[in-house]
């Protein structure tokens, strides 16, 4: 007897004790910016300019195709790479965009939106003490997603209030320890994009390495002023060595379908999809058909740019006369809005104040860097109906 008590005793003592102390991987990460602004939107009723989602409605056909092909019984698991329809009709449309042939059976993939499809890319490369370079002011995934993986960030700085790159700056940043270089054009939150002479610039100074570059295009059709989208697949010397991500949600304004894509030649999509299968294994199989059969169509997406390019400009000349100066806003949905003329505010106070007080909800763009800036400049989100900007143009002109 004394001796299974003992023995019990033991057992117990050997038992890990949990202390409930959680060593967080992301210690000072606290909720997203743009969950807070909407929720602070809603409890104000606010204006909600400050997420990025259209408010108006999507194409009723594409809702009918969904609804056709869950009839059909499109229902079950689709396969890890996406519908072989889907992979098609992406490789048909980046062929005749950029004459790049991507070979669907091996060099595409279906995501759980552009997100899923990032955070992927990144897994799949990145390895503990990797050096990733990423643009400030940068969308908010990057820079979690880089530390999840163990990876060190570099952080190269867009020039406010155009926000350009300076190639010569991030040359200094780049080491043998550089795994990845991360860019985005249509750049969310600046609407600043990038020339063919940068994509030039950048293949130059990563010449003769293994640094893979990934490229977030999601807002590849919302460019502006005859400007054409720059794909990172078009320059031979970056194509071999990069991973294009693109957001079916910003193509047909459908953000809560979280569908995405990745392109990659095979060596690099190989990797990509050794952890795409372990992360989501497949996407939603009656939204792919969908989406692969209105795609066949090119009207459905080819005069995107001449759409939100009437939006912003009804949106800046609507506000033309407020106070706030109107910085360039090349692609995306977003307005940048420079209150220095009055106001010394902190850009989060400014944006808090113009929710609590004014009703109209925005993006503090200090949020998109990992040091303290004040450049006194809020994010606006313009994929809204007419009315929703007049309501919000009318709130501007009298701060
Ligand atoms: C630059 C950028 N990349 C990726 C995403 C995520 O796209 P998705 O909703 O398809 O995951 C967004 C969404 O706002 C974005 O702005």
Redesign the pocket.
Known sequence: MKKLYICINLLILSMPIFQNNVISKLPRMGDSIFAVMSQMADEYEAINLSQ?FPDFDISPELIGLVHKYMNEGKNQYAPMQGVPELRQAIADKFFEAHNVRYSPVTEINITA???QA?FTAITAFVREGDEVVIFEPA?DIYDPAVKLNGGILKYAALKHPDYTVNWDDVKKLISHKTRMIII?SPH?PTGSVLKKEDLEALAKITNNTDIIILS?E?YEHLIYDNIQHESVCCIPELLERSLVVG?F??TFHA?GW?M?YCLAPENLMTEFRKAHQFVVFACNTPVQYAIAEFLSDKENYVHLNEFYQRKRDYFVQLISKSRFKILPSSGTYFQLLDYSDFSDEKELDFAIRLTKEYKLASIPVSVFYHRPVNNKVLRFCFAKKEETLEKAAEILCKI
Request: positive net charge.
């Open positions: 990025g939106g552009a997100t990032l969308y985005n969310n977030d999601v957001s949600g910003k953000t979280k995405g």
